[in-house]
């Protein structure tokens, strides 16, 4: 499960929430020194511009960034919210936080969710015993991404395949699901056995 857990998205003071209001940390581990609140005050506009596109996939990337800067120091998540927001004034509204992009890039770059999953798969591989299996939920196409093309090198009609996969198609939630757990709306099963 790559999802970041329940009760720090609910405690303002691991800043992870776009609703509550706390400091910009956003650490899963803390022990270490990067912080949220040192890369929206630090970083220069090209840098956090590159964060929100490849982290966030926010399509208002630039403008976003341009008002980070203009506003800074920033140092709570209602701030940063509050800023972000500023961006989506034109756009009509939605029934999710116009930040909830921007919160998702800057922790994945906290805590270098992408490359330490891209590090990881391989070796939950090597872990599997025959028949064994794996099976990874993934709560945004970034991660998603990483997930599926993993599988794909290691599974197939190919002799070397090491993998079968048991996903063809990722499982989602269902309705039913979603009325009692919202937040996995955007969760995606995929899985495998070794050979």
Do not use: C
């Amino acid at each position: 499960d790559l999802g970041v857990s329940s009760p720090h998205l609910d405690s303002a003071s691991r800043g992870f929430s776009v609703k509550l209001d706390g400091p910009l940390d956003m650490r899963m581990d803390k022990r270490q020194t990067l912080t949220a609140e040192y890369i929206v005050n630090n970083y220069d506009e090209a840098e956090l511009v590159r964060i929100l596109q490849r982290n966030g996939e926010e399509p208002r990337a630039k403008k976003i960034a341009r008002l980070i800067v203009a506003h800074r120091p920033i140092y709570t998540t209602k701030q940063l919210a509050e800023t972000v927001a500023k961006s989506a004034s034109w756009i009509k509204p939605s029934k999710h936080h116009p930040a909830i992009r921007t919160f998702q890039a800057i922790r994945i770059a906290v805590n270098d969710e992408l490359n330490l999953l891209e590090q990881a798969i391989p070796i939950w591989f090597e872990l599997l015993a025959p028949k064994g299996r794996i099976a990874i939920i993934s709560f945004h196409s970034l991660e998603d991404r990483i997930v599926k093309q993993s599988f794909a090198e290691v599974t197939g009609e190919r002799y070397d395949a090491q993998l079968t996969l048991l996903t063809k198609q990722p499982i989602v939630g269902d309705e039913q699901e979603l009325v009692f757990n919202p937040r996995a709306r955007s969760a995606k099963l995929r899985a495998a056995v070794k050979k």
